[in-house]
């Protein structure tokens, strides 16, 4: 299973968006260099002020172009980093991914899928009315989250738009994605 890196994006202060680059470096163990939420402890202000010292599961933020897709046939314009990831690809099914898996992307970098991004506030005060776009719930009554994953750097490398992902799934049994 494979798929394409559509976009990257980061940026060093505290902002709902980040500007797209033309590349960006994951450092191991780190996330994305001159991001705000790079780190080896969490760096999400909500989780800081519940327990600084909690490592960081959420280095890079990756969403699948095909949510904007979604989201545009309701009516609702967004662009590559405009939720806040830092990798937006196209091809996989991100969401469908179990905990766990590599994520090879571009000629060096690995990444390895922590859970499910939480959707908070901000993003109804980015476009009001997103949030139910990207958490709802399915026929059991249970929440959905469809805005991307998280994920911790496993190898760090340069990567740009156009780069591969290759996707590693691990040993079974899978365990789904849960928040993070």
């Known amino acids: 299973m494979s798929g394409t890196v559509t976009a990257v994006s980061s940026n060093g202060e505290y902002s709902f968006t980040k500007p797209n680059r033309d590349s960006i470096t994951l450092l ?3 996330g ?3 991001d705000v939420h790079a780190g080896i402890t969490v760096k999400h202000r909500s989780r800081v002020a519940q327990d600084p010292t909690r490592p960081n599961l959420r280095q890079v933020h990756l969403i699948h172009a095909e949510l904007f897709a979604e989201l545009l046939r309701e009516g609702f314009t967004v662009e590559p980093g405009q939720l806040g990831e ?7 099914d991100l969401l469908g991914l179990p905990e766990g898996t590599l994520l090879h992307v571009g000629e060096q ?4 899928v922590t859970g499910l991004r939480n959707p908070c506030l901000q993003i109804d005060a980015f476009q009001d009315g997103l949030l139910k776009q990207v958490v709802g719930r399915d026929e059991a ?3 959905v989250r469809k805005a991307g994953i998280m994920s911790i750097v496993r190898t760090g490398g340069e990567v740009r738009p156009g780069d591969q992902v290759r996707v590693v ?7 789904p994605l849960e928040r993070v």
Not at 86 to 92: A, K, M
Not at 109 to 112: D, G, L, Q
Not at 169 to 175: C, D, I
């Open 28 to 30: 191991a163990g780190l």
């Open 109 to 112: 970098a690995v990444v390895e």
């Open 169 to 175: 799934l691990p040993a079974e049994p899978h365990r």
């Open 86 to 92: 830092n990798i937006t690809t196209s091809g996989i």
């Open 32 to 34: 994305v260099e001159g």
């Open 141 to 143: 009554g249970n929440i």
